[in-house]
């Protein structure tokens, strides 16, 4: 039997990371060793207090369903938290929780976009963006991420993308794959560029706690006139190693928070009753861990960059946060997709294609450094061995 599906399902992509852990994990399953540098995903254990807090919870009888946004207790953690962090007052009203971040992507892009629209994303980004914009028939307009000007947007080709027609625009800092940040400036003159456009900015916040350096998390909610248009995205699973907890959640104006709460009551029902119980302790507990974790990474970071920067052909720049590093590989001669390959077959190493983050991510491979030094040097050793 042949299958007629709809037309959007045959616009939408999908995140290769997944279907690169199947590979691998197949691979082990032969016996081969595989060290995995290819999904976004903290190898720490969820903080002690937390799990308590979800143990403690089942055990008080929180395994029915909660209101459809997430319940009262945790909407006003989530509210406090962010209003707190971003330095804008935002109540329980904005906040929608979702079984992961990924979901407040997909309602927001599903309730905002229609064919005859445009959104800009980077590219090289995150692939649910594009993915989802295409999906609704809308445009999906790349805002092109260059190592040349260290992966930073360049604001006078962002002014000459934005149109009548552009009614979202996406922004990520810390970037994934890139790893870097938007500074405040370059936010403020985002703003000034789309204070008289109608349209509204997803920004994707999720590694705003996973900085390095002198490096700064600021949020394009706080500017005057830009927090009713602004979507944060932002959850649990990066800053408290939470990613099989899904967890996540938006805070946007109330009416389209009330839309956003109406596509989740069609489709997910609520988010797990004890998830969002160990959520309120994840943001009101102790925050000891995830400044342990952090220094882990930024360790790490130093070590896989210098790596990368040994193996002929590899030009890998520093990244300001989130726990990714993106060498350009061109040098090497093979393409992406052909070396990200041969890269898990013959040494073992899982990491991503650069075209997994969109077409302009050619010439680059993406490493995950949520794996121990060990690995990371075990990595570095057989990549050189290899090529």
């Known amino acids: 039997m042949s299958i007629k599906f709809s037309d959007g399902i045959y616009r939408l992509g999908t995140e290769t990371a997944f279907e690169v852990l199947a590979k691998a994990k197949a691979l082990e399953a032969e016996g081969k060793s595989i060290i995995h540098l290819q999904i976004g995903e903290p190898d720490f254990t969820t903080p002690k207090n937390i799990c308590d807090a979800a143990i403690k919870s089942i055990q008080a009888g929180d395994t029915h369903y909660t209101p459809a946004p997430g319940i009262p207790e945790v909407r006003k953690a989530i509210a406090d938290y962010v209003s707190r962090t971003r330095n804008v007052e935002f109540s329980s009203e904005n906040v929608v929780l979702t079984p992961g971040a990924k979901p407040i ?101 999720i590694y705003s706690r996973i900085l390095y350096d002198d490096a700064k998390s600021f949020s394009i909610s706080a500017i005057e006139g830009f927090k009713d248009r602004t979507i944060i995205l932002d959850g649990f699973s990066k800053t408290y190693a939470m990613t099989g907890w899904r ?57 896989i960059v210098d790596g990368l920067n040994s193996i002929k052909g590899f030009r890998c720049s520093v990244p300001d946060g989130a726990f990714y590093a993106f060498p350009n590989i061109e040098q090497t001669g093979y393409r992406s997709k052909e070396l990200a390959d041969k890269l898990l077959y013959e040494a073992g190493v899982a990491c991503l294609s650069g075209t997994s983050f969109g077409e302009y991510g050619e010439g680059y491979l993406r490493f995950s450094y949520a794996n121990s030094v060990e690995n990371i040097n075990e990595a570095i050793r057989r990549i050189k061995e290899v090529l």
Do not use: W
Request: charged share 25%; proline share 4%.
């Open 105 to 205: 992507m997909f309602y927001v892009i599903l309730a905002l976009l229609q064919s005859g629209d445009e959104a800009i994303y980077p590219n090289p980004g995150f692939p649910i963006y594009e993915s989802m914009i295409n999906f609704t028939g809308a445009k999906a307009v790349p805002l092109i991420l260059r190592q040349e000007n260290d992966f930073r947007i360049d604001i006078t080709e962002f002014e000459k993308l934005v149109n009548d027609k552009t009614k979202l625009v996406i922004i990520n800092t810390p970037g994934n794959p890139t790893g870097k940040t938007i500074s405040e400036e370059e936010i403020r003159a985002i703003a000034e560029i789309l204070k008289d456009h109608n349209c509204f900015i997803l920004s994707d916040e």
């Open 247 to 303: 967890a996540g959640y938006g805070v946007m104006n109330t009416e389209l928070a009330a839309v956003v709460t109406k596509l989740m009551v069609n489709s997910n029902s609520c988010t797990n009753a004890f998830v969002q119980k160990a959520c309120i302790e994840a943001l009101n507990g102790p925050q000891s861990e995830v400044d342990k974790m952090v220094q882990e990474f930024d360790k790490r970071r130093r070590i």
